[in-house]
């Protein structure tokens, strides 16, 4: 613990100072012994000082929780001896105190082990180090302070709330393993795709027996199996605009989290792209414990000041799986992301890019000069909008207002075989 004097042993030392100075300066012997009085006292004082015995711990009723949850934060603090004990929490800009004062003043007696606790808001998404607990324990007399900085600070993780989504984009191609989409292909399965006369191998349990009475030939139907596909999520993370309440990464860690739980739900490989300043992947997995490393993934998603030029060439192989359905979050501001996405696209992926820039929030500045430019640069963003759907890939809209499932609404309708519907 760090000792330090306070402003009381500063100011009996000035006393006794100024006491026997103006005693030997008068010849006053009275204003001498008020000098020696004080100065007995700052010598009997810290004769008195040692440092206490603290034992404190800082603790979190639980380490994730999800926007807009409360979190209990405890300190425990036990002493060998009878001292008021301040304790100051240092709370960070991004939590809400719910109620108090992040600093307070306990009571303990020699051997008690008191506890205080402090209600913090988790609004917004992100992983955060709680603390430090800052402690300060007076000496007898007031005169000497021990300070001590808890460096033991709890993980807090807060996972971003997500809307649970119905329909997202229907993949073009599926993979052999089972799923909850409609394969193009005929075979074992739910979906009904056609009749064909019964050939050897063929089970029975398969024969259309009102055909075959029509046709005096066995038949059998055909229908399409149920298999699943791979998605990779891209992330935009280049930069960062603040829209009102939320910027731009929230809502695409939003909307990331919501398209991976519902791709996920259906038993989809689900893969993370964070394309930024720092290269970030996820390989393309499924089951509950990808859950867990989607959201760890999130977490970390930030935006990283960076010149350098990013490609996927840098990917290593086997991020973007051969038929993967790439779902796209991005403001569209910064080239090199624009440049990824159109290198995607021609690469044959199937491509949705969802823009999470609402132009009706950027207003133009107060000068001519500040008008035209935000003209010329929502000119700009409509030309690569267009550019994208002339491609062929779909460009939605998402502000934030609505769920992403009212965004994802707008896409081309397709069939349960991903084939466009004219």
Request: proline share 5%; glycine share 8%.
């Amino acid at each position: 613990m760090t000792k330090s004097g306070t402003q009381k042993l500063v100011s009996m030392t000035a006393l006794a100072a100024a006491g026997t100075f103006l005693g030997l300066a008068t010849s006053r012997p009275e204003l001498a012994a008020i000098g020696a009085t004080f100065l007995a006292s700052v010598v009997v004082g810290l004769a008195l000082v040692r440092p206490p015995q603290l034992d404190v711990e800082l603790t979190i009723d639980r380490d994730r929780c999800i926007e807009g949850d409360e979190v209990v934060v405890t300190a425990t603090v036990g002493s060998d001896r009878t001292d008021d004990v301040e304790l100051g929490l240092a709370v960070d800009p991004r939590l809400r105190l719910l109620e108090g004062r992040n600093r307070t003043t306990i009571a303990l007696g020699a051997g008690d082990v008191r506890e205080h606790e402090w209600r913090l808001g988790a609004d917004r998404w992100g992983a955060y180090a709680i603390g430090p607990l800052a402690v300060r324990v007076h000496a007898p007399g007031r005169l000497a302070t021990f300070e001590h900085v808890h460096e033991g600070r709890p993980l807090l993780k807060v996972f971003p709330r997500f809307d649970r989504i119905r329909r997202s984009f229907p993949p073009r191609d599926t993979q052999i393993y089972s799923g909850d989409y409609t394969a193009r292909s005929a075979d074992e399965g739910i979906e009904f795709a056609a009749v064909r006369p019964f050939v050897h191998g063929d089970s029975v349990r398969r024969v259309n027996w009102r055909v075959t009475s029509r046709r005096r030939t066995l038949h059998v139907n055909l229908s399409h199996p149920e298999r699943d596909t791979d998605v990779v999520l891209f992330l935009d993370a280049f930069t960062e605009v603040d829209v009102g309440a939320e910027t731009t990464l929230d809502l695409i860690v939003r909307g990331a989290s919501a398209l991976a739980e519902h791709h996920l739900r259906r038993n989809d490989r689900v893969g993370l792209l964070g394309f930024g300043g720092t290269l970030r992947w996820l390989t393309a997995s499924m089951g509950r414990t990808h859950r867990y490393r989607v959201a760890d993934f999130l977490l970390d998603v930030s935006p990283t000041f960076s010149y350098a030029w990013k490609d996927i060439r840098l990917l290593p192989h086997g991020t973007l799986p051969a038929t993967a359905v790439v779902l796209a979050l991005s403001p569209l501001i910064d080239d090199r992301a624009i440049t990824a996405l159109t290198d995607i696209a021609a690469r044959g992926f199937p491509l949705v890019i969802i823009d999470t820039l609402p132009v009706d929030r950027i207003k133009p500045g107060g000068t001519p000069e500040r008008e035209l430019a935000h003209r010329v640069w929502r000119m700009k963003r409509e030309m690569v909008r267009e550019r994208f759907i002339n491609a062929g890939v779909p460009v939605v809209a998402w502000s934030g207002e609505t769920g992403i499932e009212a965004a994802l609404s707008h896409l081309p309708k397709r069939d349960r075989t991903g084939v466009p519907l004219r």
